[in-house]
């Protein structure tokens, strides 16, 4: 059975990086053709899609993060990443990883999610 | 890109049926059959329901069923039954190579 499990710092600062890993245990990343996306809840609110990185290694982001999202592999590892620079308290919100299809279009397996926290 | 638009809530008695409506634009839901359907329970990550259009996961009750016509898709859930109470996110891609989130829906089973 896959798993996924999100990692990263719960609290962050104005203006600073945002740094997420995804371990993914039970698979590689590196077959199937799958893609894997972070997804966003800000809390009491809806899913937000952050972005996806597909296997031949291309991403795509949601436009309204205005460049400042970054998908990334390491396939030796196993993980996934996602930093997002420039963070407000916009960005406040639970962050998901997730494995999608090969076009990205749904995701059948999900982290439990972390929470982040913008915050001085 | 603008979240596709589904009702804020919708209401059912166990056994009823109930649908979910999701819609998009021509650039989206109405371009390509890349909808799915996402299940969330309080505290809990979603859980895919339907994925392209009307198909369900292994495991997914028969009782789901997922629609298209045009620019709007629909979740239709037949035999309610009071563990179906959750949110519920439809998703679609869309013709930037990007994907979008519906607000969500949450579903009462009275």
């Known amino acids: 059975q896959l798993q996924l499990q999100e990692s990263g710092s719960g609290r962050v600062k104005p203006s600073q990086t945002l740094s997420l890993t995804c371990a993914v245990f039970?698979?590689?990343?590196?077959?199937?053709?799958?893609?894997y996306s972070w997804i966003r809840q800000p809390p009491g609110k809806g899913l937000e899609w952050v972005g996806y990185?597909?296997?031949?290694?291309?991403?795509y982001y949601n436009p309204s993060l205005k460049s400042r999202g970054t998908i990334s592999v390491n396939r030796s590892k196993n993980q996934i990443y996602l930093k997002l620079s420039s963070v407000t308290a916009a960005d406040t919100a639970v962050y998901y990883c997730?494995?999608?299809?090969?076009?990205?279009?749904?995701?059948?397996?999900w982290g439990q999610g972390i929470l982040v926290t913008v915050s001085s | 890109q603008s979240a596709l638009t589904q009702p804020a809530s919708v209401s059912g008695s166990p056994g009823q049926s109930i649908t979910i409506s999701c819609t998009g634009t021509?650039?989206?839901?109405?371009?390509?059959?890349?909808v799915s359907w996402y299940q969330q329970h309080p505290g809990k990550a979603p859980k895919l329901m339907i994925f392209?259009?009307?198909h369900r996961p292994l495991g997914v009750p028969h009782r789901f069923s997922g629609s298209k016509s045009d620019n709007t898709a629909s979740l239709t859930i037949s035999g309610l039954q009071t563990d179906d109470e959750a949110d519920y996110y439809c998703?679609?891609?869309?013709?930037?190579?990007?994907?979008?989130f519906g607000g969500g829906t949450k579903l009462t089973v009275l």
């Open positions: 997730a494995r999608g299809g090969f076009l990205g279009d749904y995701d059948d397996y």
């Open positions: 039970g698979g590689s990343i590196s077959s199937g053709g799958y893609s």
């Open positions: 990185i597909y296997h031949n290694g291309s991403s």
């Open positions: 021509s650039s989206d839901v109405g371009r390509y059959n890349f």
């Open positions: 392209e259009v009307t």
């Open positions: 998703s679609s891609y869309t013709s930037s190579g990007t994907l979008v």
